[in-house]
Structure formats: C-alpha cells, structure tokens
C-alpha cells in the first residue's frame, strides 16, 4: 500500500518561505513512469495542480507558480518537497501530494492524465502575520 505524508508548518507570515515536504512508503519515487506532484485547495475552493518532479527527477511546474516555487527530492529518504517563495495570505490552503500518472512530452506536462492514484491527507498551512 502506497502511502504519503506531508509534513511542515501550519503558519507562515508573508512573504516568507512556505516549505512542506512529502514522505512516500510502499513505492519508491524512481519508480518509473510515475511522477510526484503537489496540489492545493485553497478554502472554498477547487482543488489547483502547482507542479511535479518526474521518477527521473525532471520538474514541471504550473505557470501560476513557476517564478515563486520549486520542487526537490531526497532519494535516500524518499521524499520530495515544495518550496513556495515570498508567500501572500491567498496562498492559505490544504497542501497535498499524490502520486501522479502523468504525461510529459518535451517541456510539455499533462498532470494527471491517467490520474492521480495516492494522496497525502494534507496539510493546512496559513499565511498570516
């Protein structure tokens, strides 16, 4: 059974670093052809794919987020994580990863194609001051 926890800070003031980090068991993040991705769901919202880094470490990211985010991994530990710059309290929301079946073609990705199979519970995290 594939399973992932995020972990990190539930409160972040503005226009720090928002840092979470998602540990995956049961599956390894190499594995091809998968990639691992991030999400969020702001309140009242739908859910919003940021990006995702590849089973062969490439990264894709969403262009709402490309200036201000990236996405690391530590295959040793075998988890991968989410930096998110200079942070707005609009960027107050669940955080989730998932194991992403998606599909990338040159500097093209399509998150989620043939779906987004395992998630993390998630992570609430707040911007406030």
């Known amino acids: 059974q594939v399973q992932l926890q995020e972990s990190g800070p539930g409160l972040v003031k503005p226009s720090e670093t928002l840092s979470l980090t998602c540990v995956v068991s049961g599956d390894s993040i190499t594995t091809n052809y998968y990639a691992w991705s991030w999400i969020r769901q702001p309140p009242g919202k739908g859910l919003e794919w940021m990006g995702s880094?590849?089973?062969?470490?490439?990264?894709f990211y969403s262009p709402s987020f490309k200036t201000r985010m990236s996405i690391s991994r530590d295959t040793s530990k075998n988890q991968f994580s989410l930096q998110l710059n200079s942070v707005i309290p609009e960027d107050t929301a669940v955080y989730y990863c998932?194991?992403?079946?998606?599909?990338?073609?040159?500097?093209?990705?399509?998150?989620?194609?043939?779906?987004?199979?395992?998630w993390g519970k998630g992570s609430l995290v707040t911007v406030s001051s």
């Open positions: 880094i590849t089973y062969g470490g490439n990264t």
């Open positions: 998932a194991r992403d079946q998606g599909v990338y073609s040159g500097n093209y990705y399509y998150p989620g194609y043939y779906g987004m199979d395992y």
